[in-house]
C-alpha cells in the first residue's frame, strides 16, 4: 500500500475515550448550575426528599429543596427549591442515543415525578395556609413613617410590620383565603413566606363595588401608588408571571368592568410580553410605561400618571358598514389557497406518510427564490424550522431539496433540538434565538408538536398553553406558525389531528398528509380554511435523489427523497345507500337548525327538522309548503332502526359514536 504517512500527516490517532461521570455527580453539577447546594446524600428510590438549598432568607432546618429520583433504567428525576423558584428536570448521560422504550420511560417517570412534586406542594401550601394567617393576626398595622413606604412615597394603604420591622403584605387566593405572605425589609429586599402558594393569588387595594375599572400591577408600592393617583381600585399581582392567572380570576367576577394591565417598562421586556399574554387571553387594556421602570418610578421622576392612565379617546371606534367594506382586505398567502400569511397553520398525518417531506418543500420553496409550490405563486421570506428530532435526515432531504430544484441559497434556519415552547424558559430560549436573525420569518415550522410541548396534548389546557405561545410568536414576528402533528390511531382518526379539539378550533388552515396505498400517490388535503374556500386535493410521489459529494461509509452513494407533484388520482363516485343518504340529510338539517346539544350528544327538535326538510326540498304534499308525516317518518324511521339515533320527548339524539364524534368534529 505504501507509506500514506505524506498524505494523513501523522499515525493513526484514535478519538479519546469519553470519560461518563456517575449519575450522582451529573445531578450534583445540575444543581450547583442551577444555584442550589446540593443535599450530602442522594436517594434515587422514585420518593420525594426535601433538603436545605443554602438559598437567601433560609433559616436553621428550613428544607426548601426538593427532588424526586428514579433508577430503573436511565437515571432521571426532578429537582428544584420552592424559595428560590426554582425547577428543573434530569436525566443522566449514558454515553449513548436512548431507545425509544428509554424516551416512553422517562416521559412516564417524569409524570410521576410531577405529580409527587404536586402532592407535596398541595401539602405545604395547606400547611403554611395556617401559619402565615397566625403570622398576619399577629402584626400591627405599619407606621406611614416605615422606610420603605417614606422612600416610595406611598401611604399605609393596610400593609403591617413584622416584630423585626420588616413591612409584610397578603396574598389572597380567588376565595379569599389568606395564602401566603410578602416581606419587604427596609431596602427594598422581597421574600414570599416559604411554602405558601402565590399563583394565582393576588391583593386588591380599594373597594371595587362602585368603581367601572380595575387597575393591575406587579408591585405593591406600583399598586399603591396607582391608587393614590387614580382613587380606583388597584390589584397587586405580586410578579409579571402572575398577571395572567389573576387576570383570569378578576375578569370571570368582573365581567362588567374595564381592566388595566400596568405593565412595567424592563430590559428584559418580560412585564410586557406577560402583560400582552393575558390581555390577548382574557381581554385588557395595557399601559406600558414610557421610561424604564414602574408606574412609582415615573411618579418619582416627575411626571403625570393619570394623564398616562387616562382611557384613550376613541374617535371613530364604530365604522358604517358600506365604508369598511368598500376597503380591500384581500387575503396574503405565503402559498396562494395553502399557506395563509400570519395564520395558525397544522400540517399532520400518520408516522411515515410523509409529512415532513411536504411541509420541508414548502417552506424551503417559501425560503428559496422558486416561485411557485405544485403550480401556487409562492412569496418568499425567511423560514425558521423548529426540528426536535431526525436531524441527520433532515441535513440530507435539505441537500436533496437544493440539488433537485437547482437551489443555491436558503433563507432558512434549523434550530438544533427542541425545547418547550409553551413555558416561559424554551418560549424565552426560542425567541431570543428567533430576534438574532438577520431579519423576521415570514413561517415558523414546529416540527414535531409532541417535541415542543410540555403536558398532554390530549390536555385542553395544555394545548391552549401551546397556542398562546404560537399566537404569541406570529404576534411579535408578524409571521405564520406551522405545526406538524400526528394523526389519531384508530382508523375513524386518520384525517384529523391526534389531541384535544382544541388544536382543530384554533387553526385557521388544517392540511392532511394520506399516505400512498399501492400504487397510489401521497395525497394533500386541506381540511380546514377559515377565510377563504378550500383547495382542491393535490397529490405527490416522492423520489429518490442523490446528493452529490456524499457518501457513506462503505463509499455508495448518498440519496434522499424530494416531492414531485402529479396529477391527484379520480374518486370513484360512491352511491349511497338510504341510510347513509338519510344521515347526511339528518347532519344537514342539524347544523342547518343551530347544532344543538343536549347530554353531549347532537339532537335536533321534530319541529326544527320539519322545518328544515322544507327548505331542503323534501316536500311531497299537495302544496310546496307542506310535508307528508311519512316523509320524515322514512328519514327518521331508516337512521333509527340503525341505531344512529335515538326518539326522546323533543326530537331525537345522536347515539351512533362514529357520526356523533364527525359531528362534533365538524362543529368546533
Not at 436511565?74 to 429537582?79: D, E, M, R, S, Y
Not at 386588591?204 to 399603591?224: D, P, R, V
Not at 406538524?484 to 375513524?492: A, N
Not at 429518490?544 to 427523497?561: C, K, L
Request: net charge negative; hydrophobic share 40%.
Amino acid at each position: 500500500m505504501g507509506n500514506l504517512h505524506h498524505i494523513f500527516g501523522g499515525a493513526y490517532t484514535p478519538p479519546a475515550e469519553k470519560i461518563i461521570a456517575s449519575p450522582e455527580s451529573q445531578l450534583l453539577d445540575a444543581m450547583q448550575a442551577a444555584g442550589i447546594e446540593a443535599p450530602v446524600e442522594l436517594y434515587f428510590d422514585g420518593k420525594i426528599h426535601r433538603f436545605r438549598t443554602g438559598t437567601k432568607g433560609g433559616a436553621a432546618g428550613d428544607k426548601t429543596g426538593w427532588y424526586v429520583l428514579f433508577n430503573d433504567g436511565v437515571p432521571a428525576g426532578k429537582f428544584g427549591c420552592w424559595r428560590a423558584g426554582i425547577e428543573a428536570n434530569f436525566r443522566a448521560d449514558i454515553g449513548r442515543s436512548f431507545t425509544a422504550a428509554e424516551e416512553m420511560a422517562h416521559t412516564r417517570r417524569m409524570a410521576e415525578a410531577r405529580a409527587l412534586r404536586d402532592i407535596e406542594v398541595k401539602k405545604q401550601h395547606e400547611n403554611t395556609a395556617n401559619t402565615v394567617d397566625t403570622i398576619w393576626s399577629s402584626c400591627t398595622l405599619a407606621s406611614p413613617e416605615h422606610p420603605y413606604l417614606k422612600r416610595k412615597g406611598i401611604d399605609v394603604h393596610g400593609a403591617r410590620v413584622t416584630g423585626d420591622g420588616r413591612l409584610v403584605v397578603p396574598l389572597f387566593d380567588a376565595e379569599g383565603t389568606l395564602s401566603s405572605l410578602q416581606y419587604i425589609d427596609s431596602e427594598g429586599g422581597k421574600l414570599y413566606h416559604v411554602g405558601g402558594a402565590t399563583s394565582g393569588c393576588y391583593w386588591q387595594l380599594g373597594a371595587s363595588e362602585l368603581s367601572s375599572i380595575i387597575y393591575i400591577a406587579e408591585g405593591f408600592a406600583t399598586a399603591a401608588t396607582i391608587h393614590q393617583v387614580t382613587n380606583q381600585p388597584c390589584v397587586v399581582a405580586y410578579s409579571a408571571s402572575n398577571l395572567v392567572p389573576v387576570l383570569g380570576t378578576l375578569r370571570e367576577n368582573n365581567s362588567d368592568k374595564e381592566i388595566v394591565i400596568v405593565a412595567d417598562n424592563d430590559k428584559s421586556g418580560v412585564g410586557q410580553r406577560y402583560a400582552e399574554q393575558a390581555a390577548a387571553k382574557y381581554g385588557a387594556r395595557i399601559v406600558v410605561m414610557p421610561l424604564e421602570g414602574d408606574a412609582n418610578d415615573y411618579v418619582k421622576s416627575g411626571h403625570d400618571l393619570s394623564i398616562l392612565l387616562a382611557p384613550p379617546v376613541s374617535e371613530n371606534w364604530l365604522i358604517q358598514a358600506d365604508d369598511f367594506s368598500s376597503q380591500p382586505a384581500p387575503i396574503r398567502w405565503l402559498i396562494k389557497d395553502w399557506l395563509q400569511d400570519n395564520a395558525l397553520i397544522m400540517v399532520h398525518g400518520p408516522s411515515g406518510g410523509g409529512k415532513t417531506f411536504i411541509v420541508l418543500d414548502m417552506a424551503l420553496r417559501i425560503a428559496s427564490d422558486l416561485p411557485d409550490w405544485a403550480g401556487k405563486k409562492v412569496t418568499h421570506g425567511g423560514v425558521v424550522y423548529l426540528a426536535g428530532e431526525g436531524h441527520h435526515g433532515l441535513r440530507s432531504r435539505i441537500a436533496a431539496f437544493k440539488h433537485h430544484n437547482r437551489v443555491k441559497n436558503l433563507s432558512a434556519w434549523i434550530s438544533k433540538d427542541g425545547c418547550d415552547l409553551n413555558t416561559v424558559e424554551g418560549y424565552a430560549r426560542a425567541r431570543q434565538a428567533i430576534l438574532a436573525l438577520p431579519y423576521p420569518p415570514k413561517l415558523i415550522i414546529v416540527d414535531t408538536l409532541h417535541r415542543f410541548l410540555l403536558g398532554d396534548e390530549n390536555s385542553a389546557q395544555d394545548a391552549k398553553s401551546m397556542l398562546d405561545a404560537c399566537a404569541d410568536l406570529m404576534r411579535e414576528f408578524n409571521c405564520s406558525v406551522l405545526l406538524v402533528h400526528h394523526t389519531g390511531v384508530s382508523d375513524e382518526a386518520q384525517h384529523r389531528a391526534r389531541g384535544s379539539s382544541a388544536w382543530r378550533g384554533a387553526l385557521d388552515i388544517e392540511i392532511s398528509i394520506v399516505p400512498a396505498k399501492s400504487d397510489s400517490p401521497i395525497e394533500i388535503v386541506q381540511r380546514k380554511s377559515k377565510d377563504s374556500e378550500m383547495a382542491q386535493p393535490l397529490a405527490c410521489r416522492l423520489v429518490s435523489e442523490q446528493i452529490p459529494g456524499w457518501f457513506d461509509d462503505d463509499g455508495e452513494p448518498v440519496t434522499s427523497a424530494v416531492v414531485l407533484m402529479v396529477d391527484a388520482p379520480e374518486k370513484a363516485v360512491k352511491k349511497l345507500s338510504k341510510v347513509e343518504a338519510n344521515r347526511a340529510r339528518f347532519e344537514r338539517a342539524w347544523f342547518g337548525t343551530g347544532a344543538s346539544v343536549i347530554d353531549g350528544l347532537p339532537h335536533i327538535t321534530r319541529s326544527a327538522l320539519r322545518e328544515f326538510l322544507l327548505q331542503d326540498g323534501l316536500s311531497e304534499g299537495s302544496a310546496a309548503n307542506e310535508l307528508k308525516p311519512s316523509s320524515i317518518d322514512k328519514l327518521i324511521g331508516s337512521l333509527l332502526h340503525a341505531n344512529i339515533i335515538k326518539h326522546d320527548a323533543h326530537g331525537w339524539s345522536v347515539i351512533d359514536a362514529q357520526t356523533k364524534q364527525a359531528l362534533m368534529i365538524k362543529r368546533t
